[in-house]
């Protein structure tokens, strides 16, 4: 965490530097073009304890901006573990759609995850969840539950929400949510239409739903985020690739 908090003073420019950072610590390039092995290495001499009481004095809203920074980290490992199990293999039309097939998933793991951070929702497991399956005979885990919303959020519509099991077990969401007495909210962020897409918008309006598409995903994202989420958001989010700009090179 000691070369993320590094990061962390580089990207937001702060007055003077972090006391109780070491040097080693400090990224020499951008979060984009930082390898990301660079996160994992060691840092000698670091008072973890310390620095923290300084960072959290330093920046507002610390624990969100670390978790956004950790969601960040997490996507660059994800893709650079896919370029190396791809690596030697020959560029064959199945390889490359294999490729595209597990970058998108890595996408909709990255947004969603960055998309309750902005949202402040709460995750759910089945044996705590207020969500019911229809019928009420079994609780549905839930990703993102903001008052009386259920989130259901996706990269693209055939992407599986991250409390599913599959897109079968996916399509029953805003259902569940009306059983159970909340408001669902579909966030697709990519604005590429199709029959499930639109499937999907229908049957969540069908439950008292309400839907963002595209830029308006972004933008309810954004308004609900914290300002230096918000930032955060801007800055990495709405091009998720650009972020792996040094795990891809790699690969060409």
Known sequence: ??????????????????????????????????????????????????????????????????????????????????????????PSEENIKQLERHRAEAVHHFLSN???????????PAEASPLWGVGGGYKRSAECVCGPYVYHLKYRAQDVALSRNDLGDDMSMAADCSYSGYTPRLLIFDETPSPLRDWLESTCRGHGGEVFLGEAAWAHVIEQASPIVRICIERYSRDPLALVAAEQSGAA
């Open 114 to 124: 960055i998309s309750r951070v902005a949202l402040r929702g709460r995750v759910y």
């Open 1 to 90: 965490m000691t070369r993320l908090v590094g990061q962390m003073e580089a990207a937001f420019a702060i007055r003077g530097r972090l006391q109780n950072l070491p040097d080693c610590a400090r990224p020499e390039r951008s979060f984009a073009d930082t390898p990301s092995v660079w996160f994992s290495q060691p840092v000698p001499g670091v008072d973890w304890p310390v620095l923290e009481r300084e960072a959290r004095a330093t920046f507002g809203d610390f624990d969100i901006l670390l978790t956004v920074f950790q969601c960040m980290f997490s996507f660059k490992e994800q893709v650079a573990l896919l370029l190396e199990d791809l690596r030697g293999l020959s």
